[in-house]
């Protein structure tokens, strides 16, 4: 089948498939004007047939844009040259044109023409055109024109004049952007942040409003904040507790060696006695040659509250942060006053009378270490009467002690209920010796039935304590004196009671000033 052959079938067939759509838009508006000529203005009319001549020029034109097309392509193939195709090709290549055609007129896009609110939808049909173009599809109207009062008003809408059927559309590549559909855009999932993305999200960010920025301010001080007093206050109970151990370990060597005594001896005439070094303190002068004894409160029926070596400086600040070993520990030791002199010998005879009044000194831990289970004497009625007896033992002597009074102090005292228990270390005479023991009998928790005597070497217990006082100001004081020989270690302790006419400092009375000392209430000791 020749070129020639093919064209001039594709003119005829365009040109039969013109005269009849055009032969239909012609029937179309004589409908127009048959149906509704009293209802349709001038104006109206003339709108109508410009919308219909303006289709039918814009058909003509695609029309002849396909039929151009066809034809460059049919001269581009002419150019290179080809086998002679036999028949059976030829009929599939007349098949694949009329396909061609029949495709190109499925893309010519529908148009609306709206005049009078009735809408009337028709296919673009060219005036004048000669392409060959062949097609199975009829121009057939959306909507037969009606009467207005039996049609109802349709909205103006435009059509863009780049749709193309859906079936156009479903054989068309990928690549080509469908321009007839409204895309909607589709909200991207969220990945999940990672762990660096969420660390730096705490921090401040370009782009942060006034107030985040304060917020995440505010929330990286107070981490900051608690991290600081979390490490603080785990510090502070791990070091408390490696001083435990150390003690513990401490306490082990020394009682392996020298027991709790359990009664006191006749002493002998201290001109003449023989002093020795107690097996226990042979192994603590090992270890720190500033020890000069060991303490222990025991309990009546249990474990001992206290059991802690004591050591002596030179002055009363070294082991206020120093164990006693010499590390840093905020527990630090138990000392002795340095003004006080106890049992200092040299080849086995005592060179020095020992102090009236000793004085040792030791912090009021947290967790109860070193004396920070004396504040027990106060809070609870009966514990007094369950650790009445303090041992306090020498490098040479074992001593046991008997509790007579424990009250509270303020340390800045200045007024007429000043007491500095601890700047007396001793007596010159009788009278002394009675007004000082008077004095803390006075401000004593707790009343009992423990005599005091001239003569009996007295022991203060100092520690902090802020449970009344408050502050640094406040200090428990315990005082007792030393078990006689041959008198029973808990005589006059049992039967304590409650002491209702209590002598406190002035920064008490303050706080309290409903509350008053009487002293004509007070039975004093001595003749």
Known sequence: MSDNYIDKLNEEQAAAEAKRKAEKIKAIRASLHADEPQETTPVQ?????????????????K??????????????????????????VEAHEEEAVQTENVTEMAEIPEE??????????VKETPAESSAPVQTSEDVTPAAEVQPQEHVQAQPRTTLNPMRKPREAWANTPHTEPRMHKDTKKKKKKKKPKTLGQKIRGLFPEKGDKPLEIVRKFVFLGSLVAIVVCGYMVGDYYLDLWRSRMEYSNIDDIYRTYTPIITSVEEETNLDDKYYDLLPGAKKLLDINSETIGYMTIPTIDGNPIVALPVVQAK????????????????????????????DIVENHRLVEKNSDNLIVYGHNMADESMFGALKYYRRYPNYYESHPIIEFNSNYEQYTYKIFSFFLLDAEDDTDTEYDCWNTLNFDDEDEFYDFVNEAKRRTLRTNNVDVKYGDPILTISTCNTDVIGNDRGRLILMARRVRPGEDLYEGTKDSKENTNIKWPNVYYDQHPNEKYDPTQFVPYGP
């Open 45 to 61: 009319a003339q709108t109508a047939e410009e919308a219909i001549f303006a289709a039918e020029e814009s058909f003509a034109a």
């Open 112 to 121: 609306t023409v709206v005049f009078d609110e009735t809408a009337v939808t």
């Open 63 to 88: 029309f002849e844009r396909v039929r151009r097309n066809k034809l460059a392509s049919q001269n581009r193939a002419d150019e290179t040259p080809t086998e002679a195709p036999t028949p059976i």
């Open 315 to 342: 002055d009363n600040s070294k082991y206020l942060n120093l164990n006693f070993k010499g590390e840093d520990s905020r527990a630090g030791a138990l000392f002795l006053d340095w003004r006080n002199n106890f």
